[in-house]
């Protein structure tokens, strides 16, 4: 797969929770599928960042199940989707030698349209078809995580 499907992917991944994208870019460096050695990435193989990270994303998939967290689609859920989308995608280019702003606008277009998609799907699917939000945000907790992991596996 290309570089740029893989990155508006990733971005789509950041969409649904944003702390998941970051997080599977550090367990890809981890597990050797991303690679960032000789680069200003470098910091992400750190066994520290590694950790930091995932618990910062863990965090996230428990606050997502509270009843007063914000929607995602307000400034304070958009905007940190949006940068951190962008960013997954570079560092997904950087890794392979790829186009950098390229990557970057494809993981923002794929932030974008993984956080209205993942909002829209999810509350059609709550309010129309009458599921729990806890299966709904849990279902959807599985494929941001399994599909990053595809995603940084695939590069």
Known sequence: M?????????????GLRSMTGPAV????????WLNFAGTKLAFINAPATLIIITLLAL???????????????????????IVLGGLCATALAVSVGGNLVAAAIFGIAGALTGT????????????????????????????????????????
């Open 116 to 155: 209205y998609g993942g909002y829209n799907i999810r509350k059609a699917l709550v309010s129309h078809a009458h599921l729990p939000d806890l299966v709904v945000a849990l279902a959807e907790d599985a494929i941001a995580i399994v599909g990053g992991l595809l995603i940084v596996s695939h590069v």
């Open 2 to 14: 290309t570089v740029l499907l893989l990155s508006f992917l990733l971005g789509c991944v950041t």
């Open 59 to 81: 965090g996230e998939l428990l606050a997502d199940k509270l009843p007063g967290t914000p929607a995602r689609t307000v400034p304070l859920g958009l905007i940190p989707r």
């Open 25 to 32: 870019v550090c367990w890809g460096a981890h597990f050797g």
